[in-house]
């Protein structure tokens, strides 16, 4: 049975596979309809592997709700040893559930909305293989092979935001992402570096480094006691990988790429920017939640950063005008609360609010999509209105996923929202002292805002009596297919009855979802001992709704009563305010500046120095070899060539002088002749006289 | 004691007639001396006891081979005086070397130990008919092919040439 | 007092010396000719010299008389010769014989 582990993030990989390799000749000859369902057949066939490996843990006594399947060992290098080993235990398999069920019906929706592409095979490819990465991420039982879901997620971003490359903008917002992305993964690995010397320190010499949750789990108490200086090794290690989850997942500073990677088709948005990869520094989080307790510190850092994002993220919203970038400032915003949970060490509650999150952020964006897919491509709010009577599906499936963001009591968002807000309330009783408080204050402003910014946009999309685009936009405008519509239905729904998994103590019951994470979240939970208070519960609710409500009424106010644009004079008297957030508060331009310009100098400068110093040594090279070539060249024709011509004219000096002999006169002949006979017979006898001796 | 004495006449007349036949620039006179040279060995043949080889010289040497000199001088000198050294090698060279040869003879003379205990007075022509005729017939042969041979040959060298005068 | 062999020797050598001077000095081709004749009259006396004065035989003789003979017919060759030479050179002068010069 532990092999179906395999087989859930295997399918989405096969189904890649194909749609990679004939994926192109299957749209030509099949159309592209087939690629879809192709896509959509794998994820969904995970699913219900993972509901049926949900139903089965859960028949299983809670300490044993685990399965595990090591499949080999993978790294195998001195003392590190990893092995390639999937899990399923309660919080896994609710990230499982989440991904395959989410990205399921987003496959299906895919389908409908890029029916007119001309490269479907390739973006089912795409969307297959992220998939078959985030599960990797979720399912990997080790850190090693969970980076390599992480990294792959991130290359899926980059290729499905670049996935029209054809137009430059949107395949620099793909590289803006990656790049982005990897200066947070820069982070998690000297994380990781530092951890690994960590677990060699308690280890020792001889000992095997694994880095397997349960094993990482084991050793979290011995690893607290390391430090290295004045900062203890958990403190490092939690604030390096919380680095690389502001680059994952959107926070400050590593936010930015997440509003330019609206440039993607909008089902990708909904499934990988709402839903699933940016999640996923939150899951990390939780999922080291035994190594973070132990590091007060870098949990508050997380929590007030969370905060901060949340709160910033959601002024943003006010003043955007791109349907798309709103919900993107959003999710921003929503993770953000997702961190501050955690950071509060109320882990369950972040996870919570992570399944609730996906469920009407997708929708949201899905819903957004059937919006501009009715209006023929059109984004800009200002430009549509009076959409209520005319797509109603979109708009009923919208709204209620608005106000499940908003908080509204009854609805899942309300509930997980407010689990944060109590949370984060409690834990400056607890290790976090007055940053609780902040947390929290941040938080409900945040939720106001929230509210705020969901329903103006709500009001400017689709109230108002006329659409307030051109002829022909308005002639065409139509409700989305079934494939589509039928999506947004599913997730709204969702988004309504999600939360009762999740219902507060004050109520009397038992939270099913927390007691379902009971086992992975536990222990940690005690060490920190944050206390409960049932009296505050009640008052935070309260607040929490009360904040939804003012945030309603104002948009209300504002833009139902006054028109689109009813915001136009408070925008003129703030207008310097209204310009700067209008304006993202230039953060882009600064991070250009600072950043990007620092480095184009420095690579300039670089490649002044390859060009000048580098070529020039290289062609000072190259002269120097010439000039001895010509060297050699006139050694050659002077000395070598001159001993030869020496030789040559010797001899023949030699042979002119000898000429002489031949005077052609025999009497000269002759003359050497006698000679030559009298001084021979004169060296014989000579020779004789001195061997007779 | 007869013998001697004209033995050391004819030598010092054959002595002084060579060096006039080396040394006159005229060449007439070097051949007449040269002639009287040839008189002079044979009259030493005759002393030392060959009279057969003393007649054969003069009438071979003498009557032929001299007057075939004087033929050839006739036909081609100008009777001039022709200086006697040519232009490379000067009388010092020649003289050195001839010197240089004349002396080591001499010291070869005087110093090897010659046996004179079989002194062959008598050297009859019987016994040199004899010896001719039996051990070294092929030469006799031989030599009388030869003379004809150079006969013929000089014959074809010094004719005149077709169209020639 | 007898004749001894040293002294014959000698008159024979000196001939000899004679002739190569005679040889290596005179430029007329004739009076070289005249040169060999000279050495090989010194030749004949030692031949005859020895035969005389060493052995009791006449083997010296008959080389001396072949040794005229064959001197006869190599002086006919000869001049022979050097007749045909002066006809083509109109002298006689061994200077001028240096075709086979260089």
Redesign the interface.
């Given at each position: 049975m532990e092999y179906l582990l395999l087989l859930i993030p295997i399918l989405p990989l096969v189904g890649s596979m194909i749609n990679g390799t004939i994926g192109y000749f299957i749209q030509k000859r099949y159309g592209g309809e087939v690629n879809g369902i192709i896509a959509t057949s794998t994820i969904s066939i995970s699913f219900l592997i993972a509901v049926y490996l949900f139903i089965s843990l859960l028949n299983q006594p809670v300490e044993d709700r685990k399965i595990l399947l090591n499949l080999y060992n993978w790294v195998f290098a001195g003392s590190l040893s990893v092995d390639f080993e999937l899990i399923m235990d309660p919080l896994s398999a609710l990230m499982v559930l989440v991904v395959s069920g989410v990205g399921a019906l987003i496959h299906l929706y895919s389908i409908g909305y890029m029916h007119s592409d001309k490269s479907q095979w390739r973006y089912f490819s795409y969307l297959n293989l992220f998939a078959f990465s985030m599960l990797i991420l979720v399912m990997a039982d080790n850190l090693l092979l969970m980076f390599v879901g992480w990294e792959g997620v991130g290359l899926c971003s980059y290729l499905l935001i670049g996935f029209w490359y054809q137009d430059i903008d949107k395949a620099v917002a793909g590289m803006k992402a990656f790049i982005t992305n990897r200066v947070g993964d820069f982070g998690f690995l000297i994380g990781l570096f530092f951890l690994i010397a960590g677990i060699r320190m308690v280890e020792g010499e001889g000992g095997v480094v694994s880095l397997s949750f349960g094993y990482l789990r084991e050793i979290s108490e011995r690893l607290s006691g390391v430090h290295f200086g004045s900062f203890g090794l958990l403190t490092i290690v939690g604030l390096l990988f919380f680095v690389g989850a502001t680059g994952k997942s959107a926070q400050i500073p590593l936010y930015v790429w997440l509003p330019d990677a609206m440039a993607g088709p909008t089902p990708v948005s909904a499934l990988i920017h709402a839903a699933t990869m940016v999640t996923a520094g939150v899951y990390m989080i939780a999922r080291l939640n035994f190594l973070y307790v132990y590091s007060p510190l870098a949990l508050t850092v997380v929590a007030v950063v969370g905060a901060l994002t949340a709160l910033y993220a959601a002024t943003m919203g006010f003043a955007q005008t791109d349907i798309k970038k709103v919900l993107a400032y959003s999710t921003i915003s929503q993770l953000g609360f997702m961190f501050a949970a955690v950071g509060s060490a109320a882990f369950s509650s972040g996870v919570f609010h992570l399944m609730t999150h996906a469920f009407f952020k997708a929708c949201l964006f899905l819903g957004a999509g059937s919006v501009i897919h009715a209006m023929s491509g059109e984004q800009d709010i200002r430009k549509m209105g009076g959409l209520k009577n005319r797509i109603p599906r979109t708009y009923y499936t919208f709204l209620i996923a608005s106000l499940a963001i908003a908080g509204v009591p009854g609805l899942s968002g309300f509930f997980s929202k407010d689990e944060i807000l109590y949370r984060s309330f409690m834990s400056a009783y607890g290790f976090m002292g007055v940053w609780g408080y902040i947390v929290f204050f941040l938080l409900i402003v945040a939720a106001l805002c929230t509210a705020f910014y969901m329903f103006r946009l709500v009001f400017i999309t689709f109230y108002g009596s006329e659409v307030r685009a051109g002829e022909e936009v308005v002639h065409h405008i139509h409700e989305s297919p079934r494939s589509m519509t039928s999506v947004l239905i599913a997730l709204s729904a969702l988004s309504v009855i999600g939360g009762y998994v999740g219902l507060p103590e004050i109520f009397g019951v038992h939270s099913g979802l927390e007691g379902f994470l009971s086992p992975v979240f536990e222990e940690s939970s005690r060490i920190l001992n944050v206390p409960s208070s049932h009296t505050a519960e009640w008052i935070i609710m309260l607040l929490s709704v009360g904040a939804a409500v003012v945030g309603i009424y104002g948009a209300y106010r504002i833009y139902y009563i006054n028109g689109y644009d009813g915001a136009k004079p408070i925008r003129e008297r703030i207008a310097p305010v209204h310009y700067i957030v209008e304006n993202k508060y230039f953060v882009d331009e600064i991070y250009n500046l600072v950043v990007i310009d620092t480095v184009k100098i420095f690579s300039y400068l670089l490649s002044q120095f390859d060009k000048y110093v580098i070529d020039g040594i290289v062609n000072l090279a190259g002269r120097i070899t010439v000039v001895f070539a010509d060297l050699d060249g006139i050694i050659d024709k002077y000395i070598v060539d001159g001993l030869v011509n020496i030789v040559a004219q010797g001899i023949k000096f030699i042979g002119e002088r000898m000429?002489g002999l031949?005077?052609?006169?025999?009497?000269?002949y002759?003359?050497i002749m006698?000679?030559g006979g009298?001084l021979g017979?004169?060296l014989i006898r000579v020779l004789i006289y001195f061997m007779n001796r | 004691m007869f013998f001697k004495v004209l033995f050391y006449l004819v030598s010092l007349g054959i002595v002084g007639l060579t060096l006039i036949t080396a040394l006159s620039p005229n060449i007439i006179r070097s051949v007449f001396s040269l002639l009287g040279v040839m008189i002079g060995v044979a009259c030493l043949y005759g002393i030392m006891g060959s009279q057969y080889l003393a007649v054969i010289q003069i009438m071979i040497y003498v009557g032929g081979i001299m007057v075939l000199f004087i033929f050839a001088v006739m036909f081609t000198s100008k009777i001039q005086n022709v200086e006697i050294t040519n232009r490379s090698l000067g009388k010092v060279q020649a003289g050195i070397i001839s010197l240089a040869v004349f002396l080591m003879l001499v010291f070869v003379i005087l110093y090897f130990p010659f046996s004179q205990e079989n002194m062959g007075e008598h050297q009859s022509v019987e016994r040199l008919g004899k010896v001719i005729s039996t051990d070294y017939l092929p030469f006799l042969l031989g030599i009388g092919i030869i003379l004809l041979v150079s006969l013929v040959g000089a014959i074809t060298i010094a004719r005149p040439k077709k169209g020639e005068d | 007092m007898e004749i001894t062999i040293r002294e014959t020797l000698l008159i024979a050598a000196f001939l000899f010396s004679s002739g190569i001077f005679m040889i290596l000095t005179r430029q007329n081709a004739i009076a070289i000719l005249m040169g060999v004749e000279l050495i090989l009259n010194a030749v004949n006396i030692n031949f005859v010299a020895f035969d005389r004065f060493l052995f009791d035989r006449v083997d010296g003789n008959v080389a001396a008389i072949i040794n005229i003979m064959l001197a006869a017919s190599e002086v006919a060759v000869a001049l022979a010769i050097v007749i045909c030479i002066f006809r083509s050179l109109k002298t006689a002068e061994t200077d001028r014989l240096d075709s086979l010069r260089g």
């Open positions: 000429r031949q005077t052609g006169r025999i009497q000269d002759v003359y006698v000679s009298f017979l004169i | - | -």
